[in-house]
């Protein structure tokens, strides 16, 4: 089983950033992809962002290419991702998860708990 612990969120007003941070522990991450989730009240489970950790490969939702960056940690098991540009529809509980690489949300088995962001307007 692979751990995972989100930190990061917090309230932020529109056009600002944040950084969120997800440390990962357990076994061994280089057999996996580790990938960022968000999900609004009443919306589905969003993909955002993924990171294989194998060959450092991104891939990135269009909702947020050239807005959100994934940038793996050197020395740790630690995945960034730097959100720019923030608009008020990125409020969200942000998640980030362990597993094969994916789009889908229910293929990843291992999740974090979770951080919360929100910008105001």
């Known amino acids: 089983q692979v751990h995972l612990l989100e930190s990061g969120g917090g309230l932020v007003p529109a056009g600002g950033s944040l950084k969120l941070s997800c440390v990962v522990s357990?076994?061994?991450?280089?057999?996996?992809?580790v990938a960022w989730f968000r999900q609004a009240p009443g919306k589905e489970r969003e993909f955002l962002a993924a990171?294989?950790?194998?060959?450092?490969?991104?891939y990135y939702a269009d909702s947020v290419k050239g807005r959100f960056t994934l940038a793996r940690s050197t020395g740790k098991d630690t995945l960034y991702m730097t959100m720019n540009n923030l608009v008020p529809e990125d409020t969200a509980v942000y998640y980030c998860?362990?597993?094969?690489?994916?789009?889908?949300?229910?293929?990843?088995?291992?999740w974090g708990q979770g951080t919360q962001v929100t910008v105001s307007s």
């Open positions: 357990g076994r061994s991450v280089n057999h996996y992809t």
């Open positions: 998860a362990a597993g094969a690489q994916s789009t889908v949300a229910a293929t990843y088995p291992d």
């Open positions: 990171f294989d950790w194998a060959d450092g490969t991104t």
